[in-house]
């Protein structure tokens, strides 16, 4: 067995922390920061608002625990992530022992050292929104439920519906979804009915329903009191119908207003980047156990689970169903996948020597390769820095991949640590240098930053469509914004103000005739969507357009 495990796991919670000091990222996370900091400013808590405006998309879980944590340690990028990175450990814990009930200790391991350092939990570790609280409450849950169809102790059917409670005040009836799929699908492969129809579920929904209250007060007061609400044009007749249909399965049915034109393999291809560096060893593992289901004519014996597979596929099929998809959806599911390619892993390793093994060697080399290939790229020739420490890193972590692959001692130094090595070296130079550098181009959030600090810095207004959350969130207050530059005027006449505008407020600003104290130019993308000729150091000028701070005496 692996002694000091928790080591491993060091680096990448270094990896986690460094992502936490990064500029949020427009849109989603810039909003749910700033209307965290909204809701701690109005003392607001049970009715959720956007810039003072009703907001139904998401429940209030987020919004709850990053006021929490505003209030304790003040407003920053810092510590508008701290409450999710808490929730993934506690996502990882869960995930290890879920593999562990499942299966034995080191899967458990195996499965949270796989999940910890996909790239998708890098990613929402530092672009932080709803989907990392959802996953890590999912993954809880489905411990505490496995461990109550093993123990029948009623604790765990408590701390089973607290979490699914949690996920559910994240991102709505998925939280249920996924948990009621996995173990509903698992019983019936293992024809357990007299466990699927048993009093304990219900006394579940009970305390679930009896954790919501606070939520569902807070959108019966905002809502359905309130019939006939305009959401993004949409008539709200009822908040309560709202989150429990219409914000999920109303993406099936069509019911939901979000829709765009993904096809329905919109989802397995994100995948393949999602779970990097460990996507193939899953493919492998999931058909292996699909065969298996198929030979088995859907029908498990007791000492086999299909948790696993079924809490996988079936959220899965939903999602690319679904009439709007977005990348993070299926992050839910990838504890899940997790264990399960961990359990794949595992038995290879206690495979003889043969071509199966030496392929998986083999295989998860070039991965890691081609993820330092890519770190290169993006740290050397796209946005190229010349800061030591991050080449040290990737220096050392590549020496260690290959010596790994080549001289490790064992088949788990073999196969799976240099895929961890790879993915930790590549996260901790795109956290320290990559996304620092894309959040340049966030002109909005620099301008507030610096204006932030300047002895007129409640003189600050935005001229024509240039605000964003990110501006409001480092200002630390709601910037007003102009349409028409003689209305800012009038307003603001007397003195020294700063405006934020675009292009074509700046030739209205320097053609109208007043003062300029002072002018700065910002280079300015919209970062959260990247572009192949964005990157491209070759191409970026035409991918990018200007923003201007001016101090003028109006």
């Known amino acids: 067995m692996i002694k000091n495990k928790l080591l491993y796991f060091l680096p990448v919670i270094i990896v986690y922390i460094a992502g936490m000091f990064i500029d949020i990222l427009e849109v989603d996370e810039a909003q749910y920061a700033e209307m965290s900091r909204e809701m701690l400013q109005s003392g607001q808590y049970l009715e959720v608002f956007n810039h003072g405006k009703d907001y139904l998309d998401k429940p209030p879980l987020l919004f709850w625990v990053t006021t929490l944590s505003y209030w304790a340690f003040g ?23 879920l593999g562990k009930l499942l299966y034995n200790e080191r899967v458990g391991f195996y499965a949270a050292l796989i999940l910890s350092t996909s790239q ?55 939280g249920l979804m996924v948990p009621g799929l996995a173990i509903g699908f698992h019983l019936m492969v293992r024809r357990e009915w007299r466990k699927i129809f048993q009093w304990q579920w219900l006394a579940m929904l009970a305390i679930v329903l ?14 359905d009191m309130q019939p006939g609400k305009l959401i993004d044009g949409m008539p709200i007749g009822s908040g309560l119908k709202f989150f429990f249909w219409t914000q999920s399965f109303g993406r099936i049915t069509g019911e939901n207003y979000w829709k765009d034109d993904t096809t329905i393999l919109f989802f397995t291809h994100t995948f393949l980047w999602a779970f990097l ?67 794949y892993v595992s038995q290879l390793i206690d495979s003889p020597e ?68 790879s993915a930790i070296a590549l996260n901790f130079i795109l956290n320290l240098n990559f996304y620092p550098t894309l959040s340049t181009y966030a002109s909005a959030s620099k301008a507030a930053q610096f204006v932030a600090n300047t002895p007129e810095s409640a003189n600050y207004v935005a001229y024509g469509e240039v605000g964003s959350y990110g501006t409001d ?14 209305v800012l005027q009038e307003e603001w006449r007397g003195r020294i103000t700063w405006i934020y505008t675009g292009e074509e407020g700046a030739v209205v600003i320097r053609q ?43």
């Open 277 to 343: 560096p460990w996507c193939v060893l899953f493919v492998v593992s999931w058909i292996r156990a699909t065969i298996q289901l198929v030979k088995s004519k859907f029908r498990f014996q007791a000492n086999e689970e299909a948790i696993t597979w079924g809490g996988f596929v079936f959220p899965f099929i939903a999602f690319s169903l679904s009439h709007y998809k977005l990348p993070h959806y299926i992050f839910v599911i990838l504890p899940l996948a997790a264990i399960s390619t961990a359990h």
């Open 354 to 421: 043969g071509t199966g093994k030496s392929i998986f060697k083999y295989v998860q080399l070039f991965i890691g390769l081609l993820l330092f290939i890519l770190g290169f790229l993006l740290n050397g020739l796209c946005f190229p820095t010349t800061n030591l420490l991050i080449w040290v890193v990737w220096g050392l972590g590549f020496l260690l991949v290959i010596n790994f692959a080549l001289k490790g001692k064992t088949d788990f130094q073999r196969i799976l640590l240099p895929s961890v090595v």
């Open 120 to 174: 998708a939990w890098f990613l929402i570790n530092h672009d932080v929104r709803t989907d990392t609280i959802l996953a890590a409450c999912t993954a809880v849950a489905l411990w505490q439920l496995g461990e109550f169809l093993g123990n029948r102790k009623f604790i765990h059917i408590i701390f089973g519906a607290l979490a699914v409670a949690g996920a559910m005040m994240t991102k709505g009836p998925i």
């Open 512 to 554: 109208s005739g007043v003062p300029i104290l002072e002018e700065k130019e910002y280079d300015h993308f919209h970062i959260s969507k990247l572009s192949i000729n964005f990157v491209r150091p070759s191409t970026r000028s035409q991918q990018i357009n200007h923003r201007y701070l001016f101090k003028v005496k109006l």
């Open 473 to 486: 969130f480092f200002s630390k207050r709601i910037i007003p914004e102009y349409a028409a530059f003689d």
């Open 75 to 97: 407003i920053s990028n810092f510590t508008y992530k701290l409450p999710s990175v808490l929730f993934t450990l506690l996502g990882l814990f869960a995930t290890y022992r």
């Open 210 to 223: 009896v954790c919501l209250i606070p939520m569902m007060v807070g959108l019966y007061r905002q809502y």
